[in-house]
């Protein structure tokens, strides 16, 4: 059986290569997959105006697929406690919707609130869940990547709650999906359908 390739599952933008090589030449392994990154390529796109955050810019893979994407009239800002990432990537990517910030993510919040937020840091996927929610707009999306299905849990992770799988799916203030990207690994889509306390 001859498998057939598509566009849609082989391009990779020139910037996110250009970032791809950047993060390899660092020797930072943690980029946004391939799989995550067309998907957030294509949830981008849907935002017609407003603020995306990405949390957690690492050498700038996520964001390249972000700017692949973004529309004309939607500002977009990155954030990563590392000032040394932070300033090579701002050295490296060159476009005016983009601005890369230094510090704690929380710093951003009075920047908002933001009607799309890559989540990829683990901080504000747990401890600090509910301020990210809070940092949302009503109809807005949060993406999560890197997560393991529980049919591949290691032995260690079995039979122990996942708090994190319970916070996000329970919530009262989302509508949530969690979504394989590959075999072995899933991401959580959560769309805020009201405030909190409401």
């Known amino acids: 059986m001859v498998k057939t390739k598509y566009r849609s599952n082989t391009y990779i933008p020139e910037l996110v290569q250009a970032t791809k090589k950047l993060a390899k030449s660092n020797g930072f392994e943690h980029s946004c997959s391939d ?80 009607q799309f937020i890559f989540a990829d840091a683990q901080a504000a996927k747990v401890t600090e869940a509910q301020v990210l929610i809070d940092t949302l707009n009503v109809g807005g999306m949060i993406f999560m990547d890197d997560f393991t299905p529980e049919e591949h849990f290691p032995d260690e992770w079995k039979g122990k709650p996942d708090k994190v799988r319970e916070f996000w799916l329970n919530h009262q203030e989302l509508i949530v999906t969690e979504i394989y990207l590959t075999p072995k690994t899933s991401a959580i889509l959560a769309t805020k359908i009201k405030p909190h306390g409401n």
């Open 35 to 114: 799989e995550a990154g067309r998907l957030l390529a294509v949830l981008v796109g849907q935002v017609a105006k407003g603020k995306i955050l990405e949390i957690g810019t690492g050498f700038g893979v996520g964001s390249s697929w972000i700017l692949s994407a973004i529309s004309q009239a939607v500002q977009f800002i990155s954030v990563d406690y590392s000032k040394e990432k932070i300033d090579i990537v701002a050295n490296s990517i060159n476009h005016s919707q983009v601005e890369f910030v230094y510090g704690d993510w929380k710093d951003v919040i009075p920047k908002g609130p933001f």
